[in-house]
C-alpha cells in the first residue's frame, strides 16, 4: 500500500535542502538586524573615538577641505535658486491676496528651519557620502585598510572619525551659507518680479526668525552630517564582490544617507516643534 | 587562569622558542569551513612554507597570524601573546611586532613611497630627523632609493613588492609574513623578490611565514644563503647555518595541514598529492 505513488507523502516529496518561507524571512531578519547593529558600532566607535587618543587633525583638516571647501560650489549655486524659486512660488499666491511683503517671513523661516539643512544636507550626502563609501570601499579591496590594521592602526581611527569630525564641522557652516545665499537669491527674486523693496524683505526675514527656528534648523544639520558621514564609511568597509562591490556600495551610500535625512528630517521637524513649544 | 596576553611561549625541541603558534585553529565563512583544525608552529629565525592550492586557506592563515581575522576556534599565539580572543586594541599593539607583505602590496595609493614606507614611524610620532635616514636606510636595502618622492601608480608590480617589503621592515619586526610575494611576477623579478627575503633572513634574522604557489620559491630559500659580508647569494648553506635559519614546508589540503617536513623529506616524497607539486 506505501508503495503506491499516490501515497508519498509531501514531506518526502519535499526537498530538504529548500528552505521554507519562514526561514527565509528569519534569515532577512537576522541579516537586517546584523547590519543595523554592525553600523550602530561603527557610528558609536566613531564619535567614541573623539574622546581618546590618537586623533589624526592632518586627515579631519583634509576631510574638512574635501567635504567643506568641496562641496561650496553646489551649495551656493543651488541655495541662490532655491531661495528664488521659493519667492516665486509663495509670492504669486501672497500677491493674490495683497500681501506680498509676507514672503521675506515665508522664506526665511522655510529656508533656515527646513530647506537649507535638508537640501545642504541631500547634496552633500549625495557628493560627499558617495566619495567616502567609493574611496574607502577601494581601500578595502586593495587591502590598504588591512595593511593599515596590520601596522597597527584602528581603522575607525584613521578613516571614519575624521569624516564624520569633518561633516559635522562643515555641514552647519555649509547650511549657514545656502540659507544666506538662499535669501539672497530670494530677495533677488523679490525684487524683480514682486517689486518688493531689497530693505523691506531683508527686514522682515530677518525679524521673523526666532532662536527656536536657528536650533532647530542647526540641531538638523548635526543629525544629517552625522548620517551621511557614518552611512558612506560604513558602506565603504563592508564592501564584498571587489570592484563590483564599490560601485554598489557607492550608490547605496546615496540611497541609504538620502532616504535616512529625508526620514529622519520628519521626526526632527515634530521633535523641534514640540521642544520650541516647551522650551523657548 | 590564563590571561590572554600573559608570554607563555612553547619550548620547542631543541630549547627554542616557537614564535608563531597554532593549535586546532578551524576558520569558516558563510560558504563553508575553509580550516579544519591547523595545528603548527613557527620557531625562531625559521622560515614555514606555506604551500597549497588556491583556496586552500595560506592567505587566511597569514591574516590568522597577524590577528587580521579571528578564529571561531583554537589557538594561536604569536611570540608568545595569545592572539585569538584578545580586543582589537591589544592586537593592534602585537601587530607592531609583525611585518606583513600584501600579495598586491597593498600600498596606500594616495601616499608616495617614502610615506608609505615610513607611515609606521609616523604614527609612533618618531622624529622627521629619525625617519629620514631609515626610510633611507631601508629604501636602499630593497634598490628603490630612487623612487622616494613617486606615487604607487607610478611603480612596476615588481617595484611595488619591494617597496612593501621595505615598509613591512621598517621598525625591523622579529616576524614576516608574505602573501604570495612572487605571484604574478616575471622569474626575474620574482628571482630579486626572493633574494630580498633571503637577505632579510640572513641579515635581520626574522621568523618568517610565507604562502605561494610555486615551489621553486621555498627551496630558493632553502637552499641559498645571503652572505653579508660579500653581499652574495650563495648555494649550500653549512650545516649550522641551516640550523641558524631552517626552512620548512607546510602543504595545505582541504582545510589541514597534509604535509609538514624539510625540503629533502617534500623532495624524496612518494605521496602522489605532493608529487604534482613537484612536477
Redesign the interface.
Known amino acids: 500500500m506505501a508503495d503506491t505513488p499516490t501515497q508519498a507523502a509531501p514531506k518526502e516529496a519535499r526537498d530538504p535542502e529548500v528552505p521554507s518561507v519562514s526561514e527565509v524571512v528569519q534569515e532577512l531578519a537576522k541579516i537586517a538586524v546584523l547590519k543595523v547593529q554592525n553600523y550602530a558600532k561603527l557610528s558609536f566607535r566613531a564619535v567614541a573615538n573623539f574622546a581618546t587618543a590618537p586623533r589624526y587633525l592632518d586627515d579631519t583638516l583634509q576631510q574638512m577641505d574635501d567635504i567643506g571647501v568641496g562641496s561650496l560650489p553646489i551649495v551656493l549655486l543651488s541655495g541662490f535658486f532655491i531661495g528664488a524659486v521659493m519667492v516665486l512660488q509663495t509670492g504669486a499666491q501672497f500677491e493674490r491676496f495683497g500681501q506680498a511683503s509676507l514672503t521675506g517671513d515665508v522664506v526665511s523661516l522655510a529656508l533656515v528651519r527646513e530647506l537649507g539643512p535638508t537640501i545642504t544636507g541631500l547634496l552633500v550626502a549625495g557628493r560627499c557620502s558617495s566619495g567616502i563609501a567609493s574611496e574607502l570601499g577601494s581601500m578595502l579591496v586593495t587591502e590598504q585598510v588591512d595593511a593599515m590594521r596590520a601596522m597597527g592602526t584602528d581603522p575607525s581611527r584613521k578613516l571614519v572619525t575624521p569624516r564624520v569630525l569633518a561633516s559635522l564641522v562643515t555641514l552647519p557652516l555649509l547650511t549657514t551659507i545656502s540659507v544666506f545665499v538662499g535669501l539672497l537669491g530670494g530677495m533677488v527674486a523679490s525684487v524683480f518680479s514682486l517689486r518688493i523693496n531689497a530693505v523691506t524683505f531683508w527686514q522682515r526675514a530677518i525679524a521673523i526668525l526666532q532662536f527656536s527656528d536657528i536650533m532647530q534648523g542647526f540641531s538638523k544639520t548635526m543629525v544629517f552630517a552625522l548620517i551621511l558621514s557614518t552611512v558612506g564609511c560604513y558602506q565603504g568597509l563592508n564592501v564584498s564582490g571587489g570592484t563590483q562591490g564599490v560601485g554598489r556600495a557607492t550608490t547605496q551610500a546615496v540611497v541609504v544617507s538620502s532616504v535616512l535625512i529625508i526620514v529622519s528630517d520628519t521626526f526632527l521637524t515634530k521633535l523641534g516643534l514640540f521642544l520650541a513649544d516647551r522650551l523657548f | 587562569m590564563e590571561t590572554s596576553l600573559s608570554p607563555q611561549p612553547t619550548i620547542l625541541p631543541g630549547g627554542t622558542h616557537a614564535s608563531i603558534e597554532f593549535q586546532n585553529v578551524h576558520l569558516g565563512f558563510s560558504e563553508g569551513e575553509i580550516l579544519r583544525g591547523v595545528t603548527f608552529s613557527a620557531r625562531d629565525r625559521e622560515t614555514v612554507i606555506l604551500l597549497g592550492e588556491t583556496g586552500t586557506g595560506k592567505t587566511l592563515l597569514l591574516?590568522l597570524a597577524?590577528g587580521?581575522l579571528r578564529p571561531d576556534s583554537g589557538d594561536i599565539r604569536v611570540l608568545g601573546k595569545k592572539i585569538s580572543g584578545v580586543s582589537?586594541?591589544e592586537l593592534?599593539?602585537i601587530?607592531?611586532q609583525?611585518g606583513?607583505v600584501?600579495?598586491?602590496g597593498?600600498?596606500?595609493?594616495s601616499l608616495s613611497v617614502s610615506e608609505n614606507v615610513s607611515?609606521?614611524l609616523h604614527?609612533d610620532h618618531v622624529s622627521e630627523e629619525e625617519i629620514q635616514p631609515r626610510v633611507q636606510e631601508v629604501l636602499r636595502f630593497v634598490e628603490l632609493e630612487h623612487t622616494m618622492d613617486m606615487l604607487p601608480s607610478e611603480l612596476s608590480g615588481g617595484m611595488r613588492r619591494r617597496v612593501s617589503i621595505a615598509?613591512a621592515l621598517i621598525t625591523r619586526p622579529p616576524i614576516v609574513l608574505y602573501d604570495s610575494p612572487t605571484a604574478g611576477l616575471d622569474p626575474i623579478t620574482s628571482q630579486t623578490i626572493i633574494t630580498l627575503i633571503l637577505r632579510l633572513r640572513d641579515v635581520y634574522g626574522v621568523t618568517a611565514l610565507l604562502a605561494t604557489h610555486r615551489l621553486q620559491d621555498g627551496f630558493a630559500l632553502a637552499n641559498f644563503q645571503f652572505d653579508p659580508q660579500t653581499k652574495k647569494v650563495r648555494r649550500d648553506s653549512s650545516p649550522a647555518e641551516s640550523q641558524a635559519a631552517p626552512t620548512r614546508f607546510l602543504v595545505l589540503r582541504d582545510g589541514k595541514i597534509y604535509f609538514e617536513g624539510t625540503p629533502d623529506e617534500l623532495l624524496n616524497s612518494r605521496d602522489p598529492y605532493l608529487q604534482r607539486f613537484l612536477i
Do not use: G, T, V
Not at chain 2, 597593498?106 to 595609493?109: E, G, P, Q, V
Open positions: 591574516k597577524a587580521l582589537e586594541k593592534l599593539e601587530r607592531r609583525i606583513f600584501f600579495q598586491e597593498a600600498l596606500f595609493d607611515y609606521r604614527e615598509r
